[in-house]
């Protein structure tokens, strides 16, 4: 009887052992989907870094409506009273031009070293979307802001459109040059014309006419910062 007991075990144990190969190539117990992909404007990662959370969205945390005025959509988390300040006039800067934003969650760190090497990244992956700053350049901030704008905003045709008209190569399509996709570029745009500091075009022709007409193009009105 011992023998035969003997015999049975070692059949249950690679019964067991088939069992759990099968699992594992048919991915049981597996992700089913590959992570999310942020949408930064200076480096694409697959992952936010590893100190990057959203504490208010994990908190449970009832987020507002986008009907509410852009100041009170918006969640700031972290950062330092000169960040906070610039974040606070940036977003000043695109109720300012009625350019309508979503809900986000801002998280601000000091040092780009905080955020994997990245000045600031933008992902519509997370509900909220998110946008990390990791600067004190108010550029920065206005320029990753403009990506959930153009997210929010642009529908698939806008997009076509804004491409051809500045001559990109694609969108956002990940093969594609930073300095030749749309996305970046409209970003670049919209901080471009929502700094403060007054410019005159006196060209209709040049770099800073074909910026200004490029903001003209994305929101239906001239940049706010232009003067005559």
């Known amino acids: 009887m011992r023998h035969v007991a003997r015999i049975l075990l070692l059949i249950l144990g690679s019964a ?32 936010p870094p590893e100190n990057f959370a959203d504490p208010v969205f994990a908190s449970g945390e009832t987020t507002v409506t986008s009907s509410e005025p852009p100041e009170a959509r918006t969640t700031v988390i972290g950062g330092s009273d000169e960040q906070r300040a610039i974040v606070d006039w940036a977003l000043e800067r695109y109720a300012d031009a009625d350019l309508d934003l979503p809900v986000l969650h801002l998280h601000l760190y000091p040092d780009v070293s905080d955020c994997s090497g990245n000045r600031g990244f933008f992902s519509p992956s997370s509900n909220p979307w998110t946008i990390a700053i990791c600067t004190e350049e108010r550029l920065v901030a206005l320029h990753e802001i403009g990506h959930a ?6 529908t698939a045709d806008d997009r076509v459109a804004y491409v051809e008209h500045r001559r990109m190569e694609s969108w956002n399509d990940p093969g594609t040059q930073w300095s030749s996709r749309g996305s970046e570029d409209a970003a670049n745009t919209l901080a471009w014309g929502l ?18 007409e490029a903001f003209r193009f994305l929101t239906g009105a001239y940049s706010p910062r232009i003067v005559d």
Request: with cysteine; charged share 10%; hydrophobic share 40%.
């Open 149 to 154: 704008w153009a997210e929010h905003t642009l």
């Open 16 to 47: 067991m052992l088939c069992l759990g190969q099968g699992a594992s190539e048919i991915g049981v117990g597996q992700p089913s989907e590959s992570p999310p992909v942020l949408f930064s404007s200076w480096v694409t990662f697959p992952m």
């Open 195 to 212: 700094l403060d500091t007054p410019v005159r075009v006196v060209s209709s022709s040049g770099p800073l006419a074909e910026r200004s």
